[in-house]
């Protein structure tokens, strides 16, 4: 069954605007930012630096420092540039509604692209000796990342690459819609609680993973319930 199988008929699509997105800018600006702190800073730091850090927040692996100014910057160009370009040539994003989804895709790539620059300055802060608590970096930025692609969320439509991908919000646009309706506010409500958290050393980590975990199981059950509802209502109308 083609997934994009639904009851309504395809609407036009509506050709993409060539021109660069405040979220595509934003993306080139990080890149750009990763590119010159790890060219500025790679003098001045020790030849190991911190990689990877445990649930405690403590540095537990290390790297050449070429390694590791160069590790970040490589996985935001190769979202930026590659993962983009994947998306872009792959099916289409949707029958309807393209516009919408593409602008998600590139806020949702801005997001994990910040997270690599937040992660690449703490990193050459504490290799300079500065002290930060790690988990609260990483919880706060995540956090405020749930909340605002929750806020997009509503207004995405069906597509194979962004969005709360069940094999029920796929198979039906209604299904999908309720779906990352719910979500939406789900994902507001689960960075609120992982951004309170975040201020609490003992909470950081299960305050955002708990939520999400939450959240996901959530929306996947809902899903297939919305399905079924959906589904006998057609088939009491059939009859």
């Not at 516009?99 to 910040?114: E, K």
């Not at 201020?199 to 950081?204: I, K």
């Amino acid at each position: 069954m083609n997934p994009f199988d639904g009851e309504r008929e395809p609407d036009k699509i509506t050709p993409q605007s060539k021109r660069w997105t405040m979220p595509t800018v934003l993306m080139a600006v990080i890149l750009t930012i990763q590119v010159l702190l790890s060219v500025g800073a790679y003098p001045f730091l020790p030849d190991q630096v911190p990689v990877h850090w445990n649930i405690s927040g403590q540095a537990n692996s290390y790297a050449p420092k070429g390694v590791g100014l160069t590790l970040l910057p490589l996985i935001s160009f190769v979202i930026f540039v590659v993962l983009r370009l994947i998306v872009k040539l792959g099916p289409r994003l949707t029958r309807d509604g393209e516009q919408n989804n593409s602008h998600f895709i590139d806020v949702t790539l801005s997001g994990v692209m910040l997270l690599m620059l937040v992660i690449q300055l703490a990193t050459v802060a504490l290799s300079l000796g500065v002290h930060l608590d790690m988990r609260f970096i990483i919880s706060l930025v995540v956090s405020l990342f749930l909340i605002v692609i929750g806020n997009y969320m509503g207004k995405l439509r069906r597509n194979f690459w962004a969005g709360i991908r069940t094999p029920w919000t796929l198979t039906n646009d209604t299904v999908w819609e309720r779906t990352h309706r719910l979500g939406g506010w789900l994902f507001v409500a689960a960075g609120l609680i992982g951004l309170i958290s975040s201020f609490v050393p003992q909470l950081s980590v299960a305050g955002l993973l708990v939520p999400i975990l939450g959240v996901s199981i959530i929306c996947y059950v809902y899903s297939y319930f919305v399905y079924q509802r959906v589904t006998m209502s057609d088939s009491s109308q059939e009859e």
